[in-house]
């Protein structure tokens, strides 16, 4: 699994989603004018953005450990302050944020509940946490049909509906643990349009999370079944198309 890839070549593969969800999220969150936010888990800024849209990037930080996907992020916000640093050990002092958000990240912090604590230190009082991840059980068609696929081809692939954050009670649990009252769960719904197939496989291609990584580990042959088991549940689209994905949100009150 990798988030080394450029910050283009995530905005091709998941950043459209991304940028269709961040605004939802921020209103899911409750942010409001007047707020200092912390994006954790910023990836190419695509919720950093979205909360400087909504509070003035100077009111607005970010966060990240992977170089490349911190410089797409502050090359997309440019005043908003961006620093390279995992979730588990944010360089800002207690209770600095009265918002502090992230988005489709806590499936890959190396340790979720560290993760939330340490978010939880970087808030003030009466702050709002919120994040969501993607039902992968089944609202992400775009992954799933590619797990789907795969599966048939070689029945020993992964898939992300193994993700641990998956449904609004795995994400409910966590936030109760962390120790953040007033917690509220929901769905988050967007829509994203491919002007071809080739549009929606070639991200696949570059590398991008679990599902470019296991592309990479394929052979050339593995790789064209794969692409054809793709098309074919696709319903072998021969121009635009557009498919759903839901992700589930959770907020709470430090």
């Not at 440019?78 to 360089?91: F, K």
């Not at 992968?136 to 049909?145: D, E, Q």
Request: net charge negative; charged share 25%.
């Amino acid at each position: 699994m990798s988030f080394t890839a450029s910050g283009d070549a995530y905005d091709r593969f998941m950043g459209r989603y991304s940028r269709e969800l961040a605004p939802r999220l921020v209103d899911f969150a409750g942010i409001s004018d007047g707020m200092r936010a912390l994006d954790v888990g910023c990836g190419s800024g695509m919720l950093t953005s979205a909360l400087a849209d909504r509070l003035g990037a100077a009111n607005v930080a970010a966060a990240d450990p992977s170089e490349s996907l911190l410089a797409a992020c502050a090359h997309r916000v440019p005043d908003a302050d961006v620093r390279r640093a995992p979730a588990e050990e944010l360089p800002w002092p207690e209770g600095a944020f009265d918002a502090v958000l992230s988005q489709l990240v806590l499936n890959f912090v190396a340790d979720a509940d560290a993760a939330v604590a340490e978010m939880c230190r970087v808030a003030a009082p009466g702050a709002i946490l919120a994040s969501c991840t993607w039902d992968y059980a089944g609202g992400m068609r775009m992954l799933r049909t590619f797990w789907d696929a795969a599966a048939e081809l070689d029945p020993r692939a992964p898939y992300e509906s193994s993700m641990r954050y998956r449904s609004a009670e795995a994400l409910e649990s966590l936030w109760e643990r962390g120790g953040l009252k007033d917690v509220v769960t929901g769905p988050l719904e967007v829509e994203v349009a491919y002007g071809s197939f080739d549009e929606y496989w070639e991200p696949f291609t570059l590398g991008v999370g679990p599902a470019g990584a296991y592309y990479a580990s394929r052979d050339e042959e593995a790789r064209e079944g794969l692409r054809e088991g793709v098309f074919s549940r696709l319903g072998a689209p021969a121009g635009p198309f557009s498919l759903g994905a839901r992700a589930f949100a959770v907020r709470g009150t430090r």
